[in-house]
């Protein structure tokens, strides 16, 4: 197992690697002149020029900036942002805490519901309240984040008027306040995907022969179900969740947007749109990041959970 | 489960919520305070129930941005979003009535000696808001700052006729014109009037106008937060000069929300107090709400396309009358605009800017021009004349307001009928603010757009003022607001007669002169004169004039 995680680690870090070098000449083949952008095109002197470029480093070569870039990375430090012309990291900071906040909580959410649905349709298989819950399913797969937004907005102001859905917050009561609808609009998609899987995992399960065996041993059913079933069932939903959580980053683009939140989602496409080059390749070598540490979590989980993948 | 259970149960959920977090809300934050700012320290806002029954959300004014404000610094101050934030901390010498009449500010007197000097006596008892009283070597720096070629002030066209301003007395500053200018009157009481704290200034060089390095100035409310794109705070300015001031807001609490369906639903629940930019196609959507008043402000606002006649092949006049004419502008401003905007009339200004001159003799006036009615066959007359019979691919720059996404979709179908392939590029509001001053340059440093869609409205009651800073050509580089990039002699020469004249007869009969050469040029073609709406809600009253997106500030609101 030991010598598993660590051949995981060792391609992570490969991994993020190759990302870096392909984020950062990827964002410099773009025409736009960063000292355009931080200059916002304001009519300027040559001496100034010149200083911007001393201060972001751009009169250096590439392999020289780009080790800088790294040499930061590993230091805390993500460099100053186009513009704003203020450190990173203090634009980004509370907007992680958005995001991440976001993301896992209507990854729970998602979870929660998914779960027992899946197992629910998978038990009552081909009956009318396995079609309900296709259905159900159906709906929300086929519901955008975006348009699930609008709709929990217009319930809101008319159901509970005096619940925020803008602004910021001041505590984590509020935090959580704040966060709650965005994360159940955010959590749709997921909610359908993966009670899905988590169905059709299911299914093949209890029909496996080993079900079959513990049934005539005489174990009880939900012993079977929840003990044997749904732990092996459970492996593929996880797979699915650990891949979708990077897409729900960027889909949390659009529900920061409709909820006016102020997240790393949000702020990555600003940053794209304005050609805050520094600011996009911080942000994408993260997500690549937090990306990786997932699927590599998650690859070391399903080899805790079953043994037979450490030895593929 | 059926649809209506998964929304009752949804509705379930979040009674829930409301109740748990609403109990655990923490101090002062009542079920609708989630405004609260973050981090804002306490200093500003502590007036509580302690005073009487006012709580933090009483006396905090939630105002809606729809985009992210450009700079705090007043040189950059030239929009209708972030003027809106900066005349609350940065005032001018002078200020603009409703009526159109000049009332003195931070200026106490002043007189206009001849055509070309004016003198103004400064207040003596002014403070910035750390306390350190304004001097008037504040009040020339931060006028200088708008003049010179180098300078990258959005209104320093407005300086073109300074020659020099200089101290003449201890509270007293002379300026000098090289010319009679008849803009100038207005000048101090715009953003090119306002007074920073030049020591404050030198110290921030670097950041200045930005969020972490602020402003200084002596306006009711102090610089408190900034958050890009969330929100931003102000809160009371303790030292604040002009005690008679009623002020009923100890915080100012702006929070950008782009969206326009989660505005009007922030709106319509209390959330947020003010939106001074309802587009619209959302005035519809606020009718029912009992809780807002929608004002509708018959403005200088023209809603333009512009093209970017330095480039091919909109430097050809052909390929823009063509255009023109392929768009019908009066059924697009009828369908886009309802009764919250007339089609443009040829004039560069509407009648709510015929305020030089009889408004009679404009109408009349206007009435025998021709803003090309939409002619399909002119159109391809047009097209065919020009260097481009066979028609082009070119691009259209336009901001994500809903309501101009429309007219761009019209407009690109309406071209298409004549070979013109339009693709739309959408830009967020301040983005189409750099666009629109000449910012956003290609690599050949030429401006990076083939047409855009603008609105302008004059900076005071003058019709020249829709006409001049958009079309004179010493506007047309990086930093100015000659969007097409128009150059004509002609019109310039006419340009500089009518600003140095002071005799209004005169000028009328030169900006008809001028009008006729730019709507037969076409650098900009007016699709609509169009109204400036807010919605506020009835717990507060404000009066407001047609200049009110300018230079509104939180005093002139006060709480019903």
Redesign the interface.
């Given at each position: 197992m030991g010598k598993f995680i660590l051949k995981r680690i060792g391609q992570l870090i490969l991994s993020l690697f190759i990302a870096s070098i392909l984020v950062f000449i990827f964002v410099r083949l773009s025409?736009t002149?960063p000292v355009?952008v931080i200059l916002?095109?304001?009519?300027t002197?040559q001496e100034t020029i010149q200083a911007i470029k001393e201060k972001f480093n751009l009169d250096k070569p590439l392999f020289q900036q780009y080790l800088l870039w790294i040499d930061g990375l590993f230091h805390g430090d993500l460099g100053l942002s186009f513009k704003?012309?203020?450190s990173i990291n203090?634009?980004i900071g509370?907007r992680i805490l958005t995001t991440l906040g976001l993301v896992s909580a209507s990854s729970v959410i998602a979870l929660v519901i998914a779960i027992p649905l899946g197992i629910f349709c998978a038990v009552k298989k081909h009956t009318l309240w396995d079609r309900?819950?296709s259905i159900?399913s159906l709906?929300l797969a086929g519901c955008p984040s975006f348009f699930v937004s609008?709709l929990?907005?217009?319930?809101?102001?008319a159901?509970?008027?005096?619940?925020?859905?803008?602004?910021?917050?001041?505590?984590f009561?509020?935090y959580?306040?704040?966060l709650?609808?965005p994360s159940?609009a955010l959590a749709c998609t997921m909610i359908a995907l993966a009670s899905r899987v988590m169905r059709s995992s299911m299914i093949d399960q209890i029909n496996a022969p080993y079900t079959m065996t513990a049934v005539a041993k005489g174990v009880p059913q939900s012993r079977i179900l929840f003990k044997h079933n749904m732990k092996n069932a459970v492996i593929p939903v996880i797979a699915i969740v650990s891949i979708q959580i990077g897409s729900m980053v960027v889909g949390a683009v659009l529900v920061e947007?409709?909820?006016?939140?102020?997240g790393l989602g949000?702020?990555l496409v600003?940053s794209i749109?304005?050609s805050d080059y520094a600011v996009v390749q911080d942000i994408t070598i993260m997500l690549v990041f937090l990306f990786l540490v997932i699927s590599t979590l998650a690859d070391i989980i399903y080899a805790a959970i079953d043994p037979r993948i450490r030895l593929k | 489960m059926k649809k209506k259970n998964i929304v009752k149960s949804l509705a379930a959920a979040l009674s829930v919520v409301v109740c748990l977090t609403g109990c655990s809300g923490g101090t002062g934050s009542s079920g609708s305070s989630g405004s609260t700012p973050a981090g804002s320290p306490s200093d500003g806002s502590s007036v509580n129930d302690a005073t009487g029954g006012v709580s933090d959300s009483d006396t905090t004014l939630k105002w809606a941005l729809e985009s992210d404000i450009v700079s705090l610094d007043p040189i950059y101050a030239y929009d209708t979003t972030t003027n809106l934030v900066v005349v609350q901390l940065v005032e001018s010498l002078l200020y603009i009535n409703t009526d159109g009449s000049i009332s003195p500010m931070l200026a106490s007197d002043w007189k206009c000696v001849d055509d070309k000097t004016y003198v103004y006596t400064i207040r003596d008892d002014v403070s910035f808001s750390d306390g350190t009283p304004m001097t008037v070597e504040d009040v020339i720096f931060s006028m200088e700052r708008n003049m010179g070629s180098e300078s990258d002030s959005y209104v320093a066209w407005m300086f073109d006729s300074v020659d020099s301003i200089e101290k003449t007395g201890d509270w007293e500053i002379t300026v000098h014109l090289k010319n009679p200018d008849a803009f100038w009157q207005y000048v101090p009481a715009t953003t090119g009037g306002a007074v920073i704290s030049k020591a404050y200034y030198e110290e921030h060089k670097d950041n200045y106008g930005t969020a972490s390095g602020g402003v200084m100035a002596t306006g009711a409310y102090k610089f408190d937060h900034w958050t890009n794109g969330s929100e931003i705070v102000l809160t009371a300015n303790e030292n604040y000069w002009d005690k008679s001031a009623p002020c009923d807001f100890k915080t100012i609490d702006y929070t950008i929300i782009t969206e326009d369906t989660t505005r009007i639903a922030a709106l319509k629940t209390g959330q947020t107090d003010l939106s001074v930019n309802v587009s619209v196609d959302m005035i519809g959507q606020l009718a029912d709400a009992t809780n807002l008043d929608i004002n509708s402000v018959h403005a200088y606002r023209i809603d333009h396309l512009a093209f970017n006649t330095e480039k091919a092949p909109f430097n050809d006049k052909n390929v823009r009358k063509a255009i023109c004419y392929a768009i019908d502008a009066e059924n697009l401003v009828n369908s886009v605009y309802g009764e919250y905007g007339v089609p443009g009339s040829g004039l560069l200004f509407g009648d709510a800017l015929y305020t030089i001159g009889s408004a009679e003799d404009w109408q009349k006036f206007a009435d025998t021009l021709d803003n090309y009615s939409y002619n399909i066959e002119k159109a391809k007359e047009c097209l065919a004349a020009s260097a481009y019979p066979d028609g082009f691919d070119c691009r259209l720059a336009v901001s994500n307001i809903s309501y101009y996404q429309s007219m761009a979709v019209y407009i690109q179908s309406a071209l298409s009928a004549i070979g013109i392939n339009v693709s739309v590029e959408q830009h967020t509001y301040d983005e189409m603010i750099t666009i629109q001053f000449g910012n956003m340059l290609d690599a050949d440093g030429v401006k990076d757009y083939d047409m855009g869609l603008f609105d302008w409205q004059a900076d005071f009651p003058d019709p020249a003022g829709n006409v001049r800073p958009i079309l004179i050509s010493s506007n047309a580089g990086a930093g100015g607001s000659n969007t097409s990039s128009f150059r004509s002699d002609a019109a310039d020469e006419l340009f500089a007669k009518e600003n140095n004249s002071v005799d209004e007869a005169e000028r009328v009969e030169l900006i008809k002169e001028y009008s006729e050469i730019i709507l037969d040029e076409v650098p900009i073609y007016v699709l609509a004169f169009s109204n400036q709406s807010f919605a506020v809600n009835k717990r507060m009253k404000v009066d407001l004039g047609p200049l009110y997106f300018w230079d509104l500030t939180a005093k002139d609101f006060t709480l019903a």
């Open positions: 025409d002149d355009a916002g095109g304001k009519q002197s704003y012309q203020t203090e634009l509370p309900a819950g159900f709906i609008i929990l907005i217009l319930l809101i102001s159901v509970a008027p005096t619940y925020p859905f803008t602004g910021t917050y001041a505590n009561a509020e959580c306040q704040r709650f609808v159940l947007n409709v909820f006016s939140l102020s949000s702020f600003d749109t304005s | -």
